[in-house]
């Protein structure tokens, strides 16, 4: 174990059949497609973490996971628009259990002294990701998959940054069932 971790963010993994329905949407030629094992949905970006301090949050994650139900994926969008496209990710509908899931997370950070993310917890799936100077992708409608998004773990990720795009490592992980 290293003195520190990196770019380290708490998320959701999902399941293989979500996995395979977000794989299927059809992604722009010019965008960089998040790989099949790295898909997962952010509830809470920490930043540098100090070893003990992740430890601590990765023993503590076991008792802020619970079982959740199937979400509905509401779209898939560019942002921060189709003219200045940076993601193409799938948004899932707002529910009761992801603002619980939420006040959980943020609460733990607050009990073990770690920051708080300032930004509003917004469910999504990042799908694919452009270059900062992406031609814009025209105003397309993209069909959401048909499928509900079921999630299986709580996962404490650290993140390398790489030529190809970003890499995740799971440091701590705790099955929701």
Known sequence: MTDGWQRCFIALAPDAATRDALAAVPVAPTARRVPYEQLHLTVTFIGALP???GEALG????ARAV???PARIERVEHWPNANRPRLTVATLAMSDE???????IRSLMLELGLPVDARAFRPHITLARFGRDAAPVGDVR???PEV????????LYSSTLARHGARYSALASVPLA
């Open 148 to 155: 509900a998004a079921r999630f299986e773990s709580l996962v």
């Open 51 to 53: 070893a003990a301090h």
């Open 142 to 144: 993209m069909a959401a």
């Open 67 to 69: 079982p959740m139900s």
């Open 59 to 62: 023993h503590e994650l076991a």
């Open 98 to 104: 992801f603002v619980a899931l939420d006040w959980r």
